[in-house]
């Protein structure tokens, strides 16, 4: 059984900084697109960055690059969302997500959420302005 279990989320001030954690279980950790995602209420959920476990290549959207680093650990299944200089816009669901495929398949798709068949529940975070 696939689980995704994500930690981490919490309330900080403009500027603050928090780490995402994203638990594997159930997953063989190779041809894997892993993302993080995010989501207010009434809107889609957005692609942030994601992780292709094969070649380790990195994506990010625009809003988060400079900021956003996303990073593994393999021994522990477990991928990591450091959030730096967070904003009041970045307040959302952040919820992890993974899906089998190729790289190529990753490059395309790693932001689209209809794409994705594994998500955890999500973790909160706030930011105070």
């Known amino acids: 059984q696939v689980q995704l279990m994500e930690s981490g989320g919490g309330s900080v001030q403009a500027g603050g900084s928090l780490r995402l954690s994203c638990a594997v279980s159930g997953y063989a950790y190779s041809r894997a697109c892993i993302s993080w995602f995010r989501q207010t209420p009434g809107t889609e959920r957005e692609g942030v960055a994601a992780?292709?476990?094969?070649?380790?290549?990195?994506y990010y959207a625009d809003s988060v690059k400079g900021r956003f680093t996303i990073s593994d650990d393999s021994a522990k299944n477990t991928i990591y969302l450091q959030m730096n200089n967070l904003n009041p816009e970045d307040t959302a669901m952040y919820y992890c997500a993974a899906e089998r495929g190729s790289y190529g398949w990753c490059s395309d798709s790693w932001a689209r959420a209809s794409e994705f068949h594994y998500w955890g529940q999500g973790t909160q975070v706030t930011v105070s302005s």
């Open positions: 992780f292709y476990t094969d070649n380790g290549r990195l």
